[in-house]
């Protein structure tokens, strides 16, 4: 199994730890919730995001060498509301690992989702992703210094 296809399975497993295990040591990662993470960082992010899940679906659309299309559906934790988010990524790979890791889905979509009249609202502006994204980043740190 290649390498992208083991990171969604895993993901679907909510398995954190192999998720984190196909990641090179100087990874880069970058979605609109979290922005950019390096190193550790990303391998840290899925085993954080997977220990939350309570409900967690993932769907691996289609995928190649260098790409995927995913759907993930889950209840957002921090409101309640359950989230459907469209996601395509693009990925390089050195040596059976992921060097480069970008997310790609529609902040507003999903922030009228996850958050509600306020998402909706605000979703499109910069205030609500540079809050989304503190957040995002903070409860990652808390999470690493666990």
Known sequence: MDVIARLYDAFARRDGDEMASLY???????DPA????????AGEMWRMLTARAEDLSLELVSHD???A???ATYTFTQTGR??????????????????????AFSF????????????LVLGWTPLLRGKVRKQARAGLDQFMRR
């Open 24 to 30: 090179a040591p100087d990874a880069h990662f970058r």
């Open 34 to 41: 979290f922005g950019d993470l390096t190193g550790v960082e």
């Open 65 to 67: 060498e260098s790409s």
């Open 69 to 71: 299309h995913w759907i």
């Open 82 to 103: 359950k989230v459907v988010n469209d996601v395509h990524a693009t990925f390089v790979v050195r040596d059976g690992l992921i060097v480069d890791h970008v997310d």
């Open 108 to 119: 507003w979509r999903w922030s009228r989702q996850a958050l509600g009249p306020a998402g």
